[in-house]
């Protein structure tokens, strides 16, 4: 079937423009991956817990890291746990709004012989998890000792390790605390895993 001389000059035009190279790929050369990843460059870290949740939110730039905000939701004990549960929503939802994270990432719960720890860490990960939601993001777990795996190189690490390396990979002129800086370490081994070279992609929750 022929063509006319219009169709032939816009298809010369269309091939002159550059093409993808391969599919997925865009004319600039950028794979969609990383496309993704440039959406995905303010990451939540949470790490839940009903007395001390850690969140930390982190920028993803050049020459490197830059952490926005970090700290840890406090709940003393004499609080009943429907309170804390609510301070922790509260918290986070405020943190989100102020600084529109672009995707979340939240550290797993850890294996727990009593049956009621675990209950209660999986009722203040359900507290951070609503607020998240809340706010549309996407929500990607990993697992305790991939995250020291990630950051410190040994994924049975002391919190004082990774607290320290994380100060160290994000510039940070204090030593963040102990929970604050476990949820920033997620977000960065969240930006480790975005990677599209990536051979252990985050469980979605």
């Avoid at 006319?4 to 599919?23: D, H, I, N, Y």
């Avoid at 939110?57 to 050049?62: D, Q, S, T, W």
């Avoid at 990979?169 to 969240?190: E, G, I, N, S, Y």
Wanted: proline share 5%; glycine share 8%.
């Amino acid at each position: 079937m022929g063509i006319s001389v219009k169709q032939f000059e816009a298809l010369k035009s269309r091939l002159s423009s550059g093409k993808p190279s391969r599919t997925g790929d865009k004319p600039d050369g950028s794979s969609n991956s990383e496309s993704r990843q440039e959406r995905h460059s303010v990451i939540l870290g949470i790490d839940p817990s009903m007395r001390g949740t850690g969140y930390g939110i982190v920028r993803f730039e050049k020459p490197h890291p830059v952490a926005l905000a970090h700290g840890r939701v406090s709940c003393p004990s004499a609080w009943e746990h429907s309170r804390c549960l609510l301070q922790i929503f509260q918290t986070l939802r405020d943190v989100i709004k102020e600084h529109r994270p672009t995707v979340c990432a939240v550290e797993g719960l850890f294996f727990a012989q009593n049956l009621k720890t675990a209950l209660i860490m999986g009722e203040a990960r359900g507290a951070a998890l609503a607020a998240v939601a809340e706010a549309g993001l996407d929500v990607y777990e990993h697992a305790p000792r991939r995250v020291k795996q990630a950051i410190v190189g040994y994924g049975a690490a002391q919190k004082l390790a990774v607290a320290k390396m994380v100060q160290r990979m994000l510039k940070m002129p204090d030593l963040p605390d102990a929970d604050a800086a476990d949820a920033l370490a997620v977000a960065l081994t969240h930006a480790q895993g975005a990677s599209r070279f990536s051979l252990s992609p985050a469980k979605r929750c």
